[in-house]
């Protein structure tokens, strides 16, 4: 038998990566949201005198922190080609849960464990139909989004619950100087217990998807779950953790939002789902999946926080906000896409 | 090479393809062939897997345009720009897998696109009706036309395609392996179909792989290999064992670099491995360093089994021993854990990720070595990316581009890195050199070579027979989910392979 035999070339290198760093980030969605960003700011000083006022600025920030938090586990959850339309009803079950308890006369550390326990069990619960049964998430949300919210209707009807200890109103309305250890800097004095937490876990949720081998699988699920699955990835385990991580986060987000109001109605938090979805398309995440970083939502919240903010001190009524962040939405979106068919068509 | 004159016939035909050829990147598909189809007229197209067939089929439904040669219907040359100017030349096709509409009535299926209409411009019900009730009992089909598709067998389905492909003016009609997914009795009364279309005027083009069937339906043959014919003639006047030569009748030895590699001990041993559906009491021994080949036909269970071997699909029974102890293989992550990895057939779906970067991709299933805590190290991943990368000869920008803007066979390379960087025992390759230029698939092949050298053990699916007669040290021919036989590499012959992939013995 003859052998074909295959001329030996000398190894052939090829480079890691083929732009640097600084030529990738002008290029970037993140990019385009900074720029945004920096272009309300500057309107938004012109067009107000209150604006640059550090302790409307810090007010600002509740504009979109607790929606900031959902949103970074949506993200995860979205790009693995996932979605939980179910958040802001979880925020009114798990209020609810925490007002009964608060009534009872349990404590702050209580209200925490059972706030976060509610957004466990919920998350779980979608988690387990999604995961498990194999049922499709938008269904199974949408479906659970007026459960969640039905059992909270059912239990406050018409009423509110109030009365939460004072300890609890440090995670909605504290401030960083009630600590004595956090530095007496000029400016720092503003800064809100909740603007560190969403500092905090947009660290955490930006390494967890960017640094680790999970976040990894979550891109691998959302491009192509059947590659994944062929690799070795464990699937449907990774699609309910990212439920039960969604869970929790809209607890903590109902801990915040609850400490912050002193308050639970069964409307709480109401349309907070296609904010928070919002907020993570707006910051470059795929809705189809796949793709979306936390440097980009962080910036998209920033936007959409500063946004809200800059209408609110122009007295501009809510019903005009949703449609200015709409019209952003699409804007920002079409904007690159419009650029590269221009581009094309000029090089064509 | 033997060319059958083709039969003095008295006949005038009805379609003649002349000297047509067709290209793609990297691959000649048709070379100029030569197919003549008569009135009355079933001509069977007889070619292994990648014999230019379905290309063929393609041209003559319009949906591929040939690079040269031409076509004649009634002496008359003709040019199909898309697939509507075929069907108006009265060409139609039944594919293996016939598109249809599980929510559609079953007149809406046969009718979609050339519904009757009235003289609003809408739809036609009562019309389309009637005509699909009438089409179905020409072809003696028991269906309503009112029923939804999705309440009929897969055999009924079979003839609402049927009847949507004589629903136009067809008097040419093209079956692709109509029998392939038929029990007996329906391909008795698909025959009679046939049969009845013949005496309608029709000419028909059979494309199948069982022998028995051509035999029984078919008057004239045409015998395709490396996309051009062989030889056509009157089936009356040939014997099986020609027409396989004819089919497989090259010298291969001199393409496959396949070294002798010394066989070690037996690394996996399968016993009695049952699936409910797709294969039965499959057993064999598979040694260290040597090319397992597994031949046979489309459909007759080789990926099933190999990815029940893989942890993707439960066998129903059976054991599976690695280096003499059992295993249970109940995920991929099992299987990656005892050292069985699985080169998919369908690279772009189940193989890489094609949105993602090389390095990510060949880090995909050994994300442990590159990871310290869970943490990502990306020196490590670029490290490892290059060390298979460079032993793969991968052709790439840069390590960090997409999978997707490589080549076919660069992008096989991807895979066949990902599973060495976990240090297999034994790879199972399915189909690995499907839709790979020339000389990737050279490489593709060395590299096989080169790892069973290294004492790795190989399982090798594949429906080409150069392939397996030049790579494999021993073959296991599976048909309809059994096992057909196994052979020594020194027994090996073409022939012997194809009559027990066809039940032709």
Redesign the interface.
């Known amino acids: 038998m003859s052998m074909l035999t295959l001329e030996k070339q000398p190894i052939r290198h090829i480079p890691d990566k083929l732009s640097t760093p600084m030529g990738r980030f002008f290029g970037s969605w993140e990019a385009l949201l900074a720029a945004v960003a920096i272009a309300i700011f500057i309107a938004n000083s012109f067009a107000s005198p209150h604006f640059l006022d550090p302790w409307n600025l810090s007010d600002a920030t509740y504009n979109f922190t607790e929606k900031a938090m959902i949103a970074f586990a949506m993200t995860l959850l979205i790009i693995s080609g996932e979605i939980d339309l179910s958040v802001a009803a979880i925020i009114a079950l798990a209020s609810t849960a925490m007002g009964a308890a608060a009534q009872a006369g349990f404590q702050a550390p209580a209200l925490v464990g059972i706030g976060l326990g509610v957004g466990l069990l919920c998350g779980a619960f979608n988690g387990f139909l999604v995961a498990r049964i194999g049922l499709p998430s938008i269904v199974v949300t949408i479906g659970t989004m007026s459960l969640f919210r039905g059992i909270a209707q059912i239990v406050l009807g018409d009423r509110a619950y109030g009365g939460y200890p004072t300890s609890f109103a440090w995670f909605g309305q504290g401030y960083m100087s009630d600590f004595s250890w956090w530095p007496a800097l000029p400016g720092f004095e503003v800064v809100t217990v909740e603007m560190v937490a969403f500092v905090i876990f947009a660290l955490i949720f930006g390494i967890l998807l960017h640094w680790t081998a999970f976040g990894r699988w979550v891109y691998a699920i959302g491009n192509n779950a059947f590659a994944a699955q062929f690799s070795g990835i464990p699937v449907q385990r990774t699609k309910f953790a990212l439920f039960l991580l969604t869970g929790v986060m809209s607890g903590v987000a109902a801990i915040c939002l609850t400490s912050r109001l002193g308050s639970t109605r069964h409307t709480i938090a109401a349309g907070w789902e296609l904010e928070v979805v919002t907020m993570a398309v707006l910051g470059g995440v795929s809705i189809l999946g796949g793709s979306g970083t936390i440097p980009g939502v962080v910036l998209a919240a920033i936007v959409m926080g500063l946004v809200t903010f800059g209408l609110g001190l122009l007295n501009v009524p809510g019903i005009v906000m949703s449609i200015f962040i709409g019209l952003l939405l699409i804007l920002v979106i079409a904007l690159p896409i419009v650029v590269r068919r221009i581009r094309s068509k000029a090089a064509a | 090479m033997s060319v059958v004159q083709a039969a003095h016939h008295t006949l005038t035909p009805l379609l003649e393809m002349r000297g047509i050829s067709k290209a793609f990147p990297g691959v000649k598909a048709l070379d100029q062939v030569d197919v003549i189809l008569y009135p009355g007229t079933v001509t069977a197209l007889i070619g292994e897997n990648g014999a230019g067939k379905s290309t063929l089929v393609k041209i003559l439904t319009g949906i591929y345009q040939p690079d040269g040669g031409e076509i004649l219907v009634d002496g008359a040359p003709v040019e199909f720009g898309n697939a509507d100017a075929a069907i108006r030349s009265g060409i139609t096709a039944i594919h293996q897998e016939t598109v249809l509409f599980d929510e559609l009535s079953v007149a809406e299926n046969i009718f979609l696109g050339h519904a009757p209409r009235d003289r609003l411009g809408l739809v036609n019900w009562a019309a389309m009706n009637a005509r699909a009730a009438a089409l179905l009992t020409s072809i003696d089909a028991p269906i309503s036309p009112y029923t939804r598709l999705k309440d009929l067998s897969i055999a009924h389905r079979h003839l609402v395609a049927i009847a949507r492909a004589l629903s136009v003016e067809a008097r040419v009609v093209i079956m692709d392996e109509p029998t392939a997914a038929l029990s007996y009795k329906e391909v008795e009364d698909l025959f009679r179909i046939i049969e009845r279309l013949k005496k309608q005027g029709k000419a028909i083009l059979f494309i199948s792989h069982k022998f028995e069937e051509v035999y029984e339906i078919a008057e004239h043959f045409v015998v395709f290999r490396d996309g051009r014919s062989i030889g056509s003639g009157l089936l009356s006047q040939t014997g099986q064992d020609e027409i396989v030569r004819m089919m497989v009748g090259r010298s291969v030895?001199?393409?496959?670099?396949?070294?002798d590699v010394t066989i070690g001990n037996t690394v996996l041993k399968v016993s009695g491995y049952s699936h409910p559906t797709e294969f039965d009491n499959i057993s064999f021994d598979l040694h260290r360093g040597e090319i397992l080949g597994l031949y046979g036909l489309v459909g007759a269970g080789r990926s099933e089994l190999c990815q029940a071997l893989?942890g993707?699909t439960r066998p129903s029974a059976g054991m599976v021993e690695l280096e003499g102890r059992p295993i249970a293989l109940h995920?991929?992550?099992d299987?990656?854990?005892a050292g069985i990895v699985?080169v998919?057939e369908e690279r772009g779906?189940?193989?890489?990720?094609?949105?993602?970067p090389i390095?990510?991709n060949i880090s995909?299933?050994t994300?442990?070595k590159t990871?310290r805590a869970?943490?990502?190290r990306q020196a490590e991943e670029?490290a490892l990316a290059?060390r298979y990368?460079?032993r793969l000869?991968?052709?790439?920008?840069?390590?960090?581009?997409p999978v997707g803007t490589l080549s076919g066979g660069n992008q096989q390379k991807v895979v066949v890195g990902?599973w060495l960087a976990t240090r297999p025992k034994v790879i199972i390759l399915d189909e690995p050199t499907k839709g790979i230029d020339i000389g990737s698939k050279?490489?593709v092949h060395?590299f096989m070579s080169e790892l069973a050298s290294e004492g790795l053990s190989v399982i090798m699916v594949s429906s080409e027979l150069p392939e397996i007669l030049g790579m494999s040290d021993r073959v296991l021919v599976m048909r309809e989910g059994r096992m057909a036989g196994t052979w020594r590499r020194d027994e090996l012959d073409a022939e012997t392979l194809v009559r027990a992939a066809t039940g032709n013995v």
């Open positions: 030895e001199h393409v496959f670099p396949k070294v893989f993707i995920s991929p992550r299987a990656i854990a699985y998919p779906r189940h193989g890489v990720v094609l949105q993602m390095f990510q995909m299933a994300l442990g990871t869970g943490f990502l670029f290059r990368a460079e000869d991968l052709r790439a920008a840069a390590l960090s581009v990902k050279a490489a060395a």
